[in-house]
């Protein structure tokens, strides 16, 4: 698996070609209506610590209580990314002081995480496909929130976050490119979403990246990585990697080396600084939280979840290659989405699947775009735009009539079949009808009718023509084929 790097995604420096590697870890908040260890809720927003309960604020005495929701969405997740899921897991404290963190540890999995290897598979590009392993996912608190901007002299801790529950998704350093990365964690999101285990929400910050990277020269040892933590967006996830490396290689080539470290990304100044040196993991006395058993469960459990898992993006991708004959680029466009895989299966149902998929994905998805609308607010619903669909495929409009239908359903709405009727806008597969608009405009344009004998791109004018004086609605084959016979062209 990406043994060896495609020459096109090697970064030229001043001295020859250098490969960049990374790895990610993703934190997922769990979607749950409470947090980890306690009931408090999980909502976003609301006014500053109101979502806390005495274990969230680490009032002494109070004692952890596992949420077996968190506990089933971390597995599900798992079996999603076809991952071993293990029976038993213990939760550690890593320590560490932060004034958001009153328990001055944060309850964490390390050395036995409830989920151990698996892997994603990852469109790059129309024909590119990685596979992306995954190291481990565990389960762990998020951190409260410190306000330095609330007042002059003061700063004030928020912990409402505190406490909710986080899956840390680590990838093998299997990445290549800021593409890669990219397409991965798009990919990634994907996955949570259909499974409902995470929002994936990046402004929220429900979905963060740590990004590890690092470069070297193909086919060496893999260089010494810098971290650069809480990326919270895809675009800055390709920036920041394409700012590293350069940054990286530019001290390399200068006879530098690269010092480990935990860095930020600045989206503004478009450049990582220096956070602090990077940690390892024994600054943090990892150990066996006394006050929380080890978490076991049995594989009945995990069968029974397994079984109650939705078709996955992979499943659902290759089913509609096969069931409506859509190309692989444009199955992928359509199951990005949940929403959208199911809109167009609406569609596409007793229908043509590729002129659905032309529909939704070029007329539909073009439209929402323009409006910056989601899916699930088209004005257009799937049964309408299945009937428009059905309307072209029995000949009843042409192509571009449809076109101009689709605009009426999307301003107006309606009954497509009704608003054909209304609006005259069937299309003439009457051939007299078509003939006397071809005769006319043949008769008009005698220097046209000479000029298209010598030339016969000239034939595309006459069409336009014809259709501009049939409105439209003349059948463009019948067209295409008497102007032929009028003009004698072959
Ligand atoms: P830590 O827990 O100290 O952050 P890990 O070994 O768990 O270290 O690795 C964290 C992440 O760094 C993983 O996603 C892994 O794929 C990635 N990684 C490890 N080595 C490299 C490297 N040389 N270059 C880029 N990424 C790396
Ligand atoms: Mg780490």
């Known amino acids: 698996m990406n043994a060896h790097a495609k020459p096109s995604k090697l970064i030229k420096g001043a001295t020859g070609d250098w490969e960049v590697v990374i790895g990610m870890e993703i934190h997922a908040q769990v979607t749950s209506e409470a947090k980890l260890f306690s009931g408090a809720s999980t909502a976003f927003g609301g006014e500053a610590n109101d979502h806390v309960s005495f274990v969230d604020a680490a009032m002494p005495g109070m004692l952890p209580v596992i949420n077996e929701e968190c506990v089933r969405q971390a597995i599900r997740t798992g079996l999603g990314l076809n991952a071993q ?16 963190l009153p328990q001055g540890y944060q309850i964490s999995q390390y050395k036995s995480p409830i989920v151990g290897e698996g892997e994603v598979v990852v469109d790059v590009g129309p024909d590119e496909q990685i596979t992306v392993g995954i190291e481990r996912l565990h389960l762990e608190q998020d951190a409260g929130k410190s306000l330095h901007d609330q007042h002059p002299t003061m700063s004030f801790v ?42 994936g929400d990046m402004e929220k910050g429900s979905l963060r990246a740590d990004v590890n990277v690092s470069v070297r020269r193909p086919g060496e040892p893999f260089g010494t990585r810098c971290e650069i933590k809480n990326v919270n967006s895809i675009r800055f996830i390709g920036q920041a990697i394409e700012v590293e490396a350069r940054r990286q290689i530019g001290i390399l080539e200068d006879g530098g080396r690269i010092d480990q470290e935990t860095r930020l990304f600045d989206p503004g100044k478009g450049e990582t600084r220096s956070m602090r040196s990077k940690e390892e993991a024994h600054d943090y006395r990892y150990f066996p939280d006394p006050d929380l058993l080890p978490l076991t469960f049995d594989q009945a459990y995990v069968d029974a979840l397994a079984a ?9 991708k290759a089913r509609f290659i096969a069931t409506y004959g ?3 680029y444009d199955a992928g466009v ?3 989405e949940r ?54 495929g029995d000949g009843t409009i042409s192509g571009k009539i449809a076109k101009d239908l689709f605009e009426i359903v999307w301003t107006e709405g309606g009954d497509p079949r009704r608003l054909v009727e209304e609006r005259g806008l069937k299309q003439v597969t009457d051939t007299g009808a078509i003939e006397k608009a071809v005769d006319e405009i043949v008769a008009a344009n005698p220097d046209k009718v000479a000029q298209a004998r010598e030339k016969p791109t000239m034939l595309g004018w006459f069409v336009g023509q014809v259709m501009k004086s049939t409105g439209g609605k003349a059948n463009p084959q019948a067209v295409n084929a008497l102007l032929k016979a009028k003009l004698g062209i072959e």
Do not use: H
């Open 158 to 199: 928020d912990l409402n976050r505190s406490g909710v529950a986080l899956m840390e998704i680590v990838s093998r350093p299997d990445l290549r490119s800021s593409e890669e990365a990219k397409a991965y964690v798009t990919k990634l999101r994907t996955i949570l979403r259909y499974l409902g285990t995470c929002d």
């Open 326 to 328: 859509l190309s692989p």
């Open 339 to 392: 929403s959208s895989a199911d809109f167009f299966e609406t569609v596409a149902r007793g229908r043509d699947g590729k002129a659905a998929a032309n529909w939704v994905i070029n007329e539909l998805f073009g439209r929402l775009n323009k409006q910056g609308l989601g899916i699930e607010r088209s004005p257009v619903s799937a049964d309408q735009l299945g009937a428009i669909v059905d309307l072209i």
């Open 334 to 336: 359509l199951v990005a």
């Open 308 to 316: 109650g898992l939705p078709e996955l993006p992979d499943a659902k």
């Open 85 to 100: 899921i293990n029976l038993t897991s213990v939760f550690d404290r890593k320590n560490y002081f932060y004034p958001d």
